[in-house]
């Protein structure tokens, strides 16, 4: 949602910025799949990049536990059994339970409930990048088709309405998806989104009445 949101609001933001300006709509266009490009790259590399250094905490804590179960099996059962204990389990079952799972997976008993890592969803950052670039690119297109069906006297207002329109749609579903109100969702999202467009018009505005 985060990406979606983003894409449109930066592409419309650049967009509105430039014809603000008074360029033509390919100066727009350009514009318009310029940024589109630029920010789905963008996605994809940050993804790449970080959830890689998520991989590599992962890997390493995965590779830190096993060496512990190998040199001192004995702390990392009794470590496991006092998990349990915290979470309410009496003294003697909290042992049992413990041996019988490290007796049926011990690396994956100890990543689960002590590292909170599930062995089988590790991170994964290609996945994860071109996902975002997708995720981008594809809402990015809102403000750009809003240009190509636009009038010439509409480019500007058209942008504008589809692109805080879809952030008001996405607002809502993201404030339903998470059982939040849809309405104020909804309204911060395009608040925000309006802002943004203002500011990048404003200013858009000014700098081309300065090079005229």
Not at 91 to 115: C, F, N, P, T, Y
């Amino acid at each position: 949602m985060l990406g979606a949101d983003d894409a449109i609001v930066s592409t419309a933001s650049l967009m509105l910025g430039v014809a603000a300006s008074a360029a033509s709509k390919n100066a727009i266009l350009v514009a318009g799949v310029a940024g589109l490009v630029a920010g789905a790259t963008s996605m994809a590399v940050g993804e790449f990049v970080s959830v890689s250094a998520q991989r590599d905490a992962e890997r390493a804590d995965v590779a830190r536990e096993q060496r512990e179960l190998t040199t001192q099996p004995e702390a990392e059962l009794d470590e496991l059994a006092m998990i349990y204990v915290k979470r309410g389990v009496d003294k003697a079952l909290a042992m049992q339970v413990a041996a019988q799972l490290s007796a049926h997976d011990s690396i994956g008993a100890h990543l689960r409930d002590e590292l909170q890592i599930d062995n089988a969803a590790l991170a994964r950052p290609l996945q994860a990048a071109w996902i975002s670039a997708a995720s981008f690119a594809c809402f990015a297109v809102v403000p750009i088709v809003a240009l190509l069906v636009a009038p010439v006297a509409l480019r500007i207002p058209m942008i504008a309405a589809l692109s805080l329109v879809s952030l008001a749609a996405l607002g809502a579903f993201g404030g339903s998806l998470g059982g939040a109100p849809r309405g104020r969702a909804a309204l911060r999202v395009t608040i925000g989104g309006a802002a943004a467009m203002a500011v990048t018009a404003l200013i858009g505005r000014l700098v081309g009445a300065s090079i005229t």
